[in-house]
């Protein structure tokens, strides 16, 4: 079974500081997806970033990058220049290439602090 | 791209009496809808999986015949509470995936029902 954790329940970083997110996940397979959502206190889930797992390099948005580590099953994400809109749970998911079904870890609660 | 959108925001019913909440992909076609619960400060926990013009697959646990799931187009999916109880209230989420958009969920957002 796919799991997905995130061992950080709550974590806070001053404004325009950088912060990282961390998430291991445990699969047998070889071709999957990894994905960041954002879920502000509108609680709408947006997609941060997402990367492949065939794609070595790390996928990067603006302010957010990841260190995906695949021998390792790491995938933690990084914000720079942290702003407040930046408050929010974040999610950390795994696919697999050849299904549908996404698996979530347990949330981080991330406080931008002015 | 990629605008899911859910109605209604917010629903406020009695005890005993049904409630609709549909799900709708704006700019894309749907193959593949999900429905979420979601407590507070908690993860969001998957419902059931529903593919166009055929029936959902539920998760272990979840009623299917109290949370009725309905995909009749490539645009909607429709999740209905029968016989609604304070125990139902929650915070229901939808996402789909299609088309080019066929290997990443865009999520409705939301919906809040609670039961008196």
């Known amino acids: 079974a796919q799991t997905v954790t995130q061992s950080q329940p709550e974590m806070s970083v001053q404004e325009a500081e950088t912060v990282t997110l961390s998430c291991t996940y445990d699969?047998?397979?070889?071709?999957?997806?990894l994905f960041w959502y954002k879920q502000p206190p509108s609680r709408q889930m947006i997609l941060v970033i997402r990367q492949e797992a065939y794609k070595q390099q790390n996928a990067t948005e603006n302010r957010f990058s990841v260190n995906f580590q695949k021998a390792a099953k790491s995938f933690s994400l990084k914000i720079s220049d942290s702003q407040l809109g930046d408050t929010a749970m974040y999610f950390c998911?795994?696919?697999?290439?050849?299904?549908?079904?996404?698996?979530f870890g347990t949330g981080t609660s991330l406080t931008v602090i002015p | 791209g990629a605008v899911v959108s859910q109605h209604p925001s917010w629903v406020i019913c009695k005890s005993g009496t049904s409630v609709k909440i549909e799900c709708r992909s704006l700019d894309f076609q749907a193959t593949t809808m999900f429905w979420y619960r979601q407590f507070p400060k908690q993860s969001l926990m998957l419902m059931a999986t529903?593919?166009?013009?055929?029936?959902?697959?539920?998760e272990q646990g979840v009623e299917k015949d109290k949370f009725l799931i309905n995909h009749a187009s490539l645009t909607l999916s429709t999740l209905t509470v029968t016989s609604a109880h304070p125990e139902d209230s929650s915070f229901y989420i939808c996402?789909?995936?299609?088309?080019?958009?066929?290997?990443?969920?865009?999520f409705g957002p939301g919906t809040r029902l609670t039961v008196l």
């Open positions: 998911a795994f696919m697999e290439h050849t299904g549908n079904q996404f698996y």
């Open positions: 529903s593919n166009e013009g055929s029936k959902a697959t539920y």
């Open positions: 996402s789909a995936t299609g088309g080019g958009a066929a290997d990443t969920q865009y």
């Open positions: 699969t047998s397979e070889n071709n999957y997806y």
